[in-house]
């Protein structure tokens, strides 16, 4: 177990707006998939099923229409990121689609699937040794190094508009819940721009509408700041949830976006997080962990409705076997 202290100043955030949002999703029509939205029978949860997004994850969204926005001049000079694989595998295939060169920054721990999926979508994977943290602040390095353009996982307007557009499709598919009011959004949080960028589109509905994000007890930097203002004295542990972990940048723009567009923010912990994959694989829905602390999260919560967002589903294969087999004992 260590400590991480983030410094820094702290500046306000640029505005992300709804109508930036709808922008995004005008952009990305036809280069996405818009995703199942689906009711478990037994337990009326509802699932945004965005582990069934062309890259298995919703950070295609903000990586693509981060990629759109790049002049001519940006584009020639190339795209870095820093990523545990979903974001990486999402700037890859946007960047390839779009004829640009792409280096991805990943710990050397990342998850091996992830990591040949990269690969495969022609970007370059340039490994660094310690945990996210380490690997972002190499991949602002190389970025700068090179004269590349840096694309954020989440501290960046048009990324957090890019994962608003997932708050849209809720929006449209669950309208007539939304009217009724008592509903719930579960939203798993790593740096914050999905929650942010959900919270944004769906804040027209408040109150008839809250926006949880929900952390890995492990990696609860966002959740201290929401509740403490400071993230200085977050202690991280090891997470099956990798693809949330890790320290947030201390300027990021998630962090006041969340806080003023995020209804709460609640951690869960490790067997909670196990019981919600076996949760999934009993209904033959495959999801990785950091998806499975958003339904973690639902399981617990008691509103009349509830829906979680199923982020991703680029689970390691041994980790999912071993699921398998204590779900069907």
Known sequence: ??????????????????????????ALEGRIRATPLV???????????????????????????????????ERQRGVVA??????????????????????IVVPAAAVPRKVDAIRALGAEVVFTEGGYAVAEAEGHRLAES???????????????????????????????????????????????????????????WRPRVS?????????AYLHAFFHDGSMDAVLEEPTLADGLAGAIEA???????????????????????????????RRSRLIEPSAAVALAGALRGDAPHKLAVLSGGNVDPGLWEDIKQHAQA
């Open 1 to 26: 177990m260590y400590r991480i202290l983030l410094e820094g100043p702290f500046r306000m955030p640029p505005r992300v707006e709804r109508r930036d949002i709808e922008a995004a999703g005008r």
């Open 251 to 281: 300027d990021s723009i998630t962090l006041e976006l969340a806080r003023s567009f995020v209804d709460d923010m609640i951690l869960v912990s490790e067997e909670e997080i196990r019981g919600a994959l076996m949760w999934a694989c």
């Open 82 to 103: 820093a990523s545990a694989g979903n974001h990486g595998q999402g700037v890859a295939y946007a960047a390839r689609g779009l004829g640009i060169e792409a280096r």
């Open 39 to 73: 009711e478990d029978g037994e337990t009326g949860l509802w699932l945004k099923c965005e582990q069934e997004q062309i890259t298995g994850s919703f950070k295609l969204r903000g990586a693509y229409y981060r990629i759109l926005q790049l002049t001519e001049a």
């Open 146 to 204: 090179r004269g590349a353009v840096w694309v954020s996982p989440y501290n960046d307007p048009a990324v957090i508009a890019g994962q608003g557009t997932l708050g849209l499709e809720i929006e449209k598919e669950w309208g007539p819940t939304l009217r009724q009011g008592g509903a719930q959004v579960y939203v798993p949080v790593g740096g914050g721009g999905l929650a942010a960028g959900i919270g944004v589109a769906l804040h027209v």
């Open 211 to 219: 926006v949880i994000g929900v952390l890995p007890a492990r990696s």
